[in-house]
Each structure stands twice: as structure tokens, then as C-alpha cells.
């Protein structure tokens, strides 16, 4: 069964340093998402990406965050100048099979994580 | 967007149906309710969506009323691995962007 991949599994840096979270998401999707979770909160979400553009942010993804598809695979998160409150689990999910497939159309497959640790 | 209210927890024991309910009073015409289940340290998996009525898979169901203004989940039978935090969440059709996860609630299956 095809998944969405995440790398690393965890990071860890300093406050101010700048880390680029990966995820590889399911071959023919044509969405992608990335979300965090603090210790023992909720799943926030921070923005959605289709056809090689943010199609929605939320108030959490400023300035500091920026996501990229650099090749027909990738998809990265970057955080720009990491604070203490950027530790999390941080979650990249697709969605969206070509016309045929199986998958409910909101469906959304997620990755296993990376926990980011900023000390 | 549709928002949802479920309770924060429930408790229950191997080989009981738990059913979890999810109110959503402003859901629009062209929303869908979609539950996910996450285990601690894993991301969220889609368990089960629905428009209206009943739907069943190999792993839940989904009892939506003729209102829609609640859904529940039902569980069949829970064993120890279904301990989880489950979501209820109404977005609307064909707009994969428009999803968004609240507290979701923490079921405990004990032995």
C-alpha cells in the first residue's frame, strides 16, 4: 500500500537555526498538507499546496515557514529562524488520486511524523 | 467552516461497541464528516467518511441522522488497540483544503 514518507524522524537545533522538514507524498496525489501538533494538543493545520502554489495558510504559517516542491516528489517545510515554541510533531499529508481511484476524495493519507526539538 | 463538539473522553473494555458522537449544528448542504483515528506518535488515518444515513466499513460505522446535525461513530467489539484519540471532522466537498482537527476525543479500551 503506497504512504507518504517523512524525513528526518527527528531534529533537533538550536533556537535561530533554520531546519527543512521532508515528506514524500503518495505518487499520483495531487494535494499536500503540512500540520503540527504540540505535546498533548491538538493537530493544527498550516497549509495546503496544489499545482505548484499555497492554496490556503493559516494564521500560524507566517513569514517564518515555507513550503516548496522542488522535484516531482519532494515536499518541504522550512522554518526559518526556529523559536522554542516550534517544538512539535510536525505532519505532512496528500490527498486528492486522479479520477478513478478508490480513496474518499477528502481523504487524507499522513506521513509518521518529524518531532522538532529547539533547544 | 462546520464547527464540531465531542466529548473529550470515554472509557471503555475489550469486546464492548463504543459509539462516539459528534454535533455539528451549522453543517452546510455541501459538507462531509469525516472521522480519523491517531495513536500517539503516528499522524492521523482516515477511518470512515459519510454525507447522510449509514455507512459501514471493515473497521467502523457511521450513523448520520436525516438532520445531519450529528454523526456518530460506532465501533464494533474494541480491543485494546483501538485506544486512540478520534476526530470528527465536516468539510465540504471536493475541497481538500478545508479540513481542520479540534480536541478530538481520547478513547481508552481497558482489559
Known amino acids: 500500500e503506497p504512504e507518504v514518507t517523512q524525513t528526518p524522524s527527528h531534529q533537533v537545533t538550536q533556537m535561530g537555526q533554520e531546519v527543512i522538514l521532508r515528506c514524500v507524498p503518495i505518487s499520483n496525489h495531487l494535494y499536500f498538507y503540512w500540520y503540527r501538533q504540540i505535546l498533548g494538543q491538538k493537530v493544527e493545520f498550516l497549509v495546503s499546496?496544489?499545482?505548484?502554489?499555497?492554496?490556503?495558510k493559516s494564521e500560524i504559517f507566517d513569514d517564518q515557514f515555507s513550503v516548496e516542491r522542488p522535484d516531482g516528489s519532494n515536499f518541504t517545510l522550512k522554518i526559518r529562524s526556529t523559536k522554542l515554541e516550534d517544538s512539535a510533531m510536525y505532519f505532512c499529508a496528500s490527498s486528492g488520486a486522479l479520477a478513478g481511484g478508490l480513496s474518499s476524495y477528502n481523504e487524507q493519507f499522513f506521513g509518521p511524523g518529524t518531532r522538532l526539538t529547539v533547544l | 467552516l462546520a464547527k464540531t463538539t465531542q466529548p473529550i473522553s470515554m472509557d471503555s473494555y475489550e469486546g464492548q461497541e463504543v459509539n462516539i458522537t459528534c454535533s455539528h449544528n451549522n453543517i452546510a448542504t455541501n459538507d462531509y464528516i469525516t472521522w480519523y483515528q491517531q495513536f500517539p506518535s503516528q499522524g492521523p488515518r482516515f477511518i470512515i467518511q459519510g454525507y447522510k444515513t449509514k455507512v459501514t466499513n471493515e473497521v467502523a460505522s457511521l450513523f448520520i441522522p436525516a438532520d445531519r446535525k450529528s454523526s456518530t461513530l460506532s465501533l464494533p467489539r474494541v480491543s485494546l488497540s483501538d485506544t486512540a484519540v478520534y476526530y470528527c471532522l465536516v468539510a465540504a466537498a471536493y475541497n481538500n483544503n478545508d479540513m481542520r482537527f479540534g480536541a478530538g476525543t481520547r478513547l481508552t479500551v481497558k482489559p
Open positions: 499546496f496544489y499545482n505548484n502554489e499555497i492554496s490556503e
